[in-house]
């Protein structure tokens, strides 16, 4: 099959389209037939590209953990899936990813898509979706009547935080720079904060979550503004200060099928949209990447 590989570190430059062995379905596994795929740009720095789960070697490997495609094969004891079925989902990122043209995908790291969704859409939601879900109501708490700030709210992660949030009923508020603020409150924030003209805290009182894709100084900032019995939940790095009477929280996404079923569910009524700022195909898989590292906003997506 035809996929794009990395074989040595050093960032997306050696990213590159050859010929790759077809993957065979493990117990458990379905191959994926590739639609689209999406990534995260820090992904190449993460151990996960480089060694499996025992710590060997594995390169050369396959980056794009997000998929969208069609079952095409399925392995020894594999239930809930058939050979043609519509999927989407998150791949295990100790093993290669989607930017191929085929896919060998834990069957229960996937969950059927809708008719009404398309591969491109719906290959910018798993990542995204999956973080978002666990960090607004696995970590966060976050329900109705409660109120949330979204750091990055203009974001591939951040513009599903401000949709997922206010439909739960929570008080929404996004921020970013100016660019994002468009983005944001057409996605439901009650109110956008421009980070490159205010100090959030400044804009800000007590919340009761608050949920940062931006970090840095900013995460340290944020521990002020956590109200009582609340939680500031990062996705970045662990917040480098504790909230005074409230949890901080750092995770990394785990697959869920419950979870991407109901990101799928509110997908199909149109509750929940991507933001995907461009698609590319899978030849130019390293100009994605350089892509979102130079700033297209919202998720890239490669078409395969
Ligand atoms: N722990 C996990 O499991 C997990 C899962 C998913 C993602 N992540 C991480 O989460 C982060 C966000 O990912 P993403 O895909 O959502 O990225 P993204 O699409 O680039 O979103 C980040 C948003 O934050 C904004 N932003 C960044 N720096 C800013 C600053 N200094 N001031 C104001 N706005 C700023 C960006 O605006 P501009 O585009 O204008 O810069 C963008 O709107 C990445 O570091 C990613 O690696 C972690």
Not at 80 to 95: M, Q, S
């Amino acid at each position: 099959m035809r996929a794009v590989r990395i074989h040595e570190r050093g960032g997306s430059g050696g990213l590159v389209l050859e010929d790759a062995p077809r993957p065979r379905p493990a117990t458990g596994d379905v191959v994926v037939r590739v639609h689209a795929a999406g990534f995260v740009p820090d992904e190449l720095d993460w151990p996960g590209t480089w060694v499996d789960r025992a710590g060997r070697d594995r390169t050369p490997s396959i980056p794009a953990h997000d998929v969208a495609g069609v079952v095409a094969e399925v392995g020894y004891g594999t239930a809930g899936l058939a050979v043609g079925d519509r999927v989407f989902g998150l791949t295990d990122w100790h093993r290669d990813g989607a930017a191929a043209e085929y896919v060998a995908v834990e069957a229960r790291n996937l969950a059927r898509l809708p008719e009404s969704s398309t591969f491109t859409e719906a290959a910018a939601l798993p990542l995204a979706g999956l973080t978002v879900w666990q960090a607004l109501f696995v970590h966060g708490g976050l329900e109705s009547g409660k109120s949330v700030v979204v750091h990055g709210g203009g974001g591939g992660t951040g513009s599903l935080a401000v949709q997922l949030a206010r439909g739960a009923g929570a008080h929404v508020i996004a921020t970013g720079r100016a660019r994002a603020a468009d983005v944001a409150t057409e996605m439901g924030a009650h109110v956008f904060v421009d980070l490159e003209r205010q100090r959030f805290e400044d804009a800000v009182g007590p919340v009761d979550l608050i949920f940062d894709t931006i970090g840095g100084d900013l995460l340290a900032r944020s521990a002020g503004r956590v109200g009582p019995g609340g939680a500031l939940v990062s996705i970045t790095a662990p917040p480098p200060v504790e909230p005074e009477n409230g949890r901080a929280v750092f995770f990394i996404v785990e697959p869920d099928r419950a979870q991407l079923a109901e990101i799928a569910r509110r997908a199909e009524s149109g509750r929940l949209r991507a933001h995907v700022g461009a698609v590319y195909p899978l030849a130019e898989t390293r100009e994605a990447f350089e892509a979102k590292r130079k700033g297209v906003p919202g998720k890239v997506v490669i078409e395969v």
